[in-house]
């Protein structure tokens, strides 16, 4: 595996204020991510993992701490710069598609690549996650892990360096669930983008190159895994 560093998160925290409860979101958490490794974070709800996803995304700002990615420091960064970094660095897949439903698979997948100077062909990475017949058709047309498989062709299109799936299979049966992993993995080998998949599904973490668990907005272990599984041999 590349050893490069994409991203660094140093000693960051995250805390939200509801009325009077102040919530520890996450606690002094540093980690880094390397170019072109598929990670798995693994957590039970409440522990902090879709928060630490939402800030490696721009989507939303530590509290305390730093986040690197490359030489720019994101926690430093202004609205403009962290959209900017979002739309040309990231592409985001989701536990619910998050489709436009009035606009065809393809037409979902060429607003992402508006967002982006040089992207990747639509129709290409259509056929990269096996939907070449359907892009004609519109979300209410297709089965849910059709419309996840779109979701991801939206989010490659960009050809993001970095690719944050919150849940992605958490709407899905087993096998399908299974197929939308093996698109993800087929991502990050055939355009070498970096894949992080946040689960609460303990067993995804046989697919990854390193795996951290967290708990109480702690990364409590980091695993480094020698024999990464295919999907297809993953059961839950």
């Known amino acids: 595996m590349n050893k490069n560093v994409l991203m660094k998160l140093i000693n960051i925290t995250k805390t939200y204020v509801m009325g009077e409860v102040t919530v520890e979101a996450l606690k002094e958490t540093s980690l880094e991510i390397y170019e072109g490794e598929l990670l798995v974070i693994l957590?039970?709800?409440?522990?902090?993992?879709?928060?630490?996803?939402?800030i490696m995304g721009g989507m939303d700002l530590p509290s305390s701490g730093?986040?690197?990615f490359g030489s720019d420091n994101l926690s430093q960064a202004g609205e403009a710069k962290l959209t900017q970094y979002r739309r040309s660095?990231?592409?985001?897949?989701?536990?619910?598609?998050?489709?436009?439903?009035?606009?065809?698979?393809?037409?979902?997948?060429?607003?992402?690549?508006?967002?982006?100077?040089?992207?990747?062909?639509?129709?290409?990475?259509?056929r990269e996650v096996g939907m070449e017949t359907r892009m004609?058709?519109?979300?209410?047309?297709?089965?849910?892990?059709?419309?996840?498989?779109?979701?991801?062709?939206?989010a490659v299109v960009k050809n993001p360096r970095l690719l944050l799936c919150d849940e992605p299979t958490g709407s899905l049966d087993s096998h399908t669930g299974r197929l939308i992993l093996s698109m993800l993995l087929?991502?990050?080998?055939?355009?070498?983008s970096t894949v992080v998949i946040v689960t609460h599904n303990a067993v995804i973490g046989d697919m990854a190159s390193r795996v951290l668990r967290m708990s109480s907005g702690r990364i409590?272990?980091?695993?480094?895994?020698?024999?990464?599984?295919?999907?297809e041999r993953i059961e839950w």
């Open 186 to 192: 087929h991502v990050n080998k055939e355009y070498n």
């Open 66 to 68: 730093e986040v690197y």
């Open 136 to 154: 004609d058709h519109f979300p209410a047309q297709l089965s849910g892990g059709e419309q996840q498989r779109v979701s991801i062709a939206r």
């Open 220 to 231: 409590v272990e980091v695993i480094e895994n020698e024999s990464p599984l295919p999907p």
């Open 89 to 126: 660095e990231v592409g985001f897949v989701f536990q619910f598609y998050n489709l436009i439903p009035d606009l065809t698979a393809s037409e979902n997948v060429d607003l992402a690549a508006n967002l982006v100077d040089s992207p990747l062909p639509t129709a290409e990475v259509l």
């Open 43 to 54: 957590g039970p709800s409440g522990s902090g993992k879709s928060t630490l996803l939402n």
